[in-house]
């Protein structure tokens, strides 16, 4: 998951703007959906059924992934994403190159930009959104009420943890791997410091903005009490002896109390419906009596 940056220069494209208008009212929506988190949203609504094809990060729920593939978010293909003959097309501002979304304004192909931040609010302003364009407002109005008592629930844990342990906010080192040896880790303006913010956490990694390159001088210095990465981190370098086997983190407070924890990575950095689920399960690693009985 990278860092999100808004796509500048593309005219008309709306950014959470007026709705794009689908084809006629008695033909069934052909939607595009590009972006994880908006094909789960999508889902939520109840509104799969239009959906014709999604992006490589729409993994969940695993129905998702039986649909027609158009690529990766960041590099779209117009052609690929033409020949659906799509009615609509919703993406994030993540979603790119900026020339294959000129191709599609050109085209007249209607396409939702809606925003894309690290935000509990912003979940629910997609929701929303989405429920406008697909005809799906009263299912959009369940699911909000649904999520913020699920956030208010999850708060409410967090709350309890923290007058029973009365201890700082721990200092959480997010490192994740594309390949053995290759760690990066999660500096400023990043989902995966939202979710630590979120979840009672401090970052351990300050003074980096974005992903960045793991080195085990900024692991060791970094000196994290708990080590998050995702499960398809520890599944490629093999657990957490395998991670902790990366860059220096045996030898940070972390490693050396063999505290490490993962989660799904659409789960724990995708901002769709499950955020309030994602930061419940975050807030029992962080917190839990587990990793306070190994503090």
Partial sequence: MLRRR???GLGGLALLGPAAALASPAAAPRVVSIGGALTELIYALGAEQYLVGVDSTSLFPAAAQRLRQVGYARTLAAEGLLALSPSLI???EEA????VLRQLEAARVP????RSDYRFEGVLARAERLGSLL???AQARALRSRLQAEWAQAQTELARFRA???AAAPRVLFVMAHAPGQLRAAGQDTGAEAMLAYAGARNALQGAQGYKAL???AAIAAAPDFILSTQQSLDLLGGSAGLLRQNGLAQTPAGQAGRVAAMDALELLGFGPRLPQALSRL???IHGPAAAARA
Avoid: C, D
């Avoid at 790119?96 to 020339?99: D, F, I, S, V, Y």
């Fill in 135 to 137: 005809g799906r407002e």
């Fill in 164 to 166: 029973a342990q009365g």
């Fill in 283 to 285: 807030i029992t690693l």
């Fill in 90 to 92: 919703v993406a994030t």
């Fill in 96 to 99: 790119g190159p900026p020339a």
């Fill in 6 to 8: 808004p796509l500048l």
């Fill in 215 to 217: 080195s085990p001088e």
């Fill in 111 to 114: 396409l939702q930009l809606l």
